[in-house]
C-alpha cells in the first residue's frame, strides 16, 4: 500500500506502525518462517528459532538473525510468535533468555500460535505487569496463505493496539476479525480448528458408508460438494489428500489432535457438555498408528483399517 508520512517525516504503511520500526519473529516453523518471508518484504524484521538453519534461511533473505528470543525483545518494537505448543509459547516468552525479559515499556507482542486458552493468559498476565501490550492473534489458512500474506487472523486485545499493529497484521492477512479482549483471539482458534477436527471424523465416517455402497470417492466428493454435505474438510481433504492417497503436508495428524485436546480441556475447565465425545481418541490412535507426521485427513486411514474396503 502507499506510504504516508507521520508529523515528524517518518513513512508508514498507513496506520500506527512507522517503517521504521522493527518487527520481530520468534518461532520459524512452517507458518511463523512464512509470516516473516512476507514481513521482511515490507519491513526490516530481527528473527530467532531454535533451529539455527531457519534463521539463515530468513538471513538470506534480508533478515537480521538474533541470538535468542530475548534479543528479538531487545530489538524490535513489535513481536511475532509462532509457536506450536504451550510449553514452547511458555519457553520462549518467560523462559529463560525468553522474549518477554528484552522488551521495553510500550512493545507490542502478537502471539499467532493456536495454544490454550490459559497459556495465553499467562502470557499476557505477565505482559501487563511489564507494561508490554499483547495481542492473541491466531491465524487460520495454513501454509499456503501464510506464504501469500492470506492468513485470516483472530485478534484479540484492546482497539488501540490492534489499530497500532493493523498495517502490520495486513501485510500477512487478508482478512482480520477483530473479535474482543484479550484471549477471545485464541478461544474462538480452539473452537474453530475443533469444527475442523469433528469435521474430518464425521467426513470419513460418511465415506467409509459410500464406500461400502460401491461409490467411488470422486463421485463422493463432487455429490457432497454440491450438496447440503459441502463443507470445508470435504473441499480441503479429498481431492488433495484423500483420493490421491498422498499426504504430505505441514498440518499434521498430531498437530489436529493437539487442537482437539485443547478444546476438550476448554470444555471442561468451563463445564460444557461435549456430547459428540470429543474426538481427540481418534486421533491418537490414528498416532499410535503411525500416522502422526502425515496430514491431519490422514485420520480416514484409521476407517479404513476397521472396516472393509469395496
Known amino acids: 500500500m502507499d506510504n504516508e508520512e507521520t508529523a515528524n517525516g517518518e513513512p508508514t504503511t498507513g496506520g500506527g506502525v512507522?517503517?521504521?520500526?522493527?518487527?520481530?519473529?520468534?518461532?520459524?516453523?512452517?507458518?511463523?518462517?512464512?509470516i516473516a518471508e512476507v514481513l521482511a518484504e515490507a519491513y526490516d524484521i530481527v528473527v530467532f528459532d531454535i533451529d539455527p538453519a531457519r534463521v539463515e534461511a530468513l538471513e538470506q533473505q534480508g533478515a537480521t538473525a538474533a541470538d535468542s528470543g530475548a534479543d528479538v525483545g531487545e530489538r524490535a518494537d513489535i513481536v511475532f510468535l509462532s509457536l506450536p505448543s504451550d510449553g514452547a509459547l511458555h519457553a520462549a516468552t518467560l523462559g529463560e533468555d525468553g522474549v518477554l525479559s528484552?522488551?521495553?515499556?510500550?512493545?507490542?507482542?502478537?502471539?499467532?500460535?493456536?495454544?490454550?486458552?490459559?497459556?495465553s493468559e499467562r502470557v499476557a498476565d505477565a505482559c501487563e505487569a511489564a507494561d508490554v501490550e499483547f495481542l492473541d492473534a491466531p491465524v487460520s489458512g495454513g501454509a499456503r496463505n501464510a506464504e501469500k500474506g492470506t492468513l485470516t487472523v483472530l485478534v484479540g486485545g484492546s482497539d488501540e493496539t490492534?489499530?497500532?499493529?493493523?498495517?502490520?497484521?495486513?501485510?500477512?492477512?487478508?482478512?482480520?476479525?477483530?473479535?474482543?479482549p484479550t484471549g477471545v483471539g485464541v478461544t474462538l482458534k480452539v473452537v474453530n480448528n475443533y469444527v475442523l477436527g469433528l469435521n474430518q471424523l464425521v467426513l470419513f465416517e460418511a465415506l467409509s458408508m459410500a464406500r461400502a455402497a460401491g461409490v467411488d470417492d470422486e463421485t463422493f466428493a463432487e455429490t457432497l460438494a454440491d450438496s447440503s454435505g459441502a463443507s470445508y474438510a470435504l473441499d480441503r481433504d479429498m481431492e488433495r489428500f484423500v483420493i490421491p492417497d498422498e499426504y504430505?503436508?505441514?498440518?499434521?495428524?498430531?498437530?489436529?489432535?493437539?487442537?482437539?485436546?485443547?478444546?476438550?480441556?476448554?470444555?471442561?475447565?468451563?463445564?460444557?457438555?461435549?456430547?459428540?465425545?470429543?474426538?481427540?481418541?481418534?486421533?491418537?490412535?490414528?498416532?499410535?498408528?503411525?500416522?502422526?507426521?502425515?496430514?491431519?485427513s490422514a485420520v480416514v486411514k484409521l476407517y479404513e483399517a476397521l472396516g472393509s474396503e469395496p
Open 18 to 34: 512507522t517503517m521504521s520500526e522493527t518487527v520481530g519473529v520468534v518461532g520459524l516453523g512452517n507458518i511463523g518462517g512464512r
Open 248 to 296: 504430505d503436508s505441514e498440518f499434521t495428524l498430531s498437530l489436529m489432535r493437539k487442537d482437539v485436546s485443547l478444546a476438550e480441556s476448554f470444555a471442561a475447565d468451563n463445564d460444557v457438555p461435549l456430547l459428540l465425545g470429543g474426538g481427540s481418541g481418534l486421533y491418537r490412535v490414528g498416532e499410535a498408528m503411525g500416522y502422526g507426521e502425515l496430514d491431519a
Open 102 to 119: 528484552g522488551m521495553a515499556s510500550g512493545d507490542v507482542l502478537v502471539d499467532t500460535s493456536t495454544v490454550s486458552p490459559g497459556a
Open 162 to 180: 490492534v489499530e497500532r499493529v493493523r498495517p502490520v497484521l495486513e501485510t500477512i492477512s487478508e482478512t482480520i476479525h477483530h473479535v474482543g
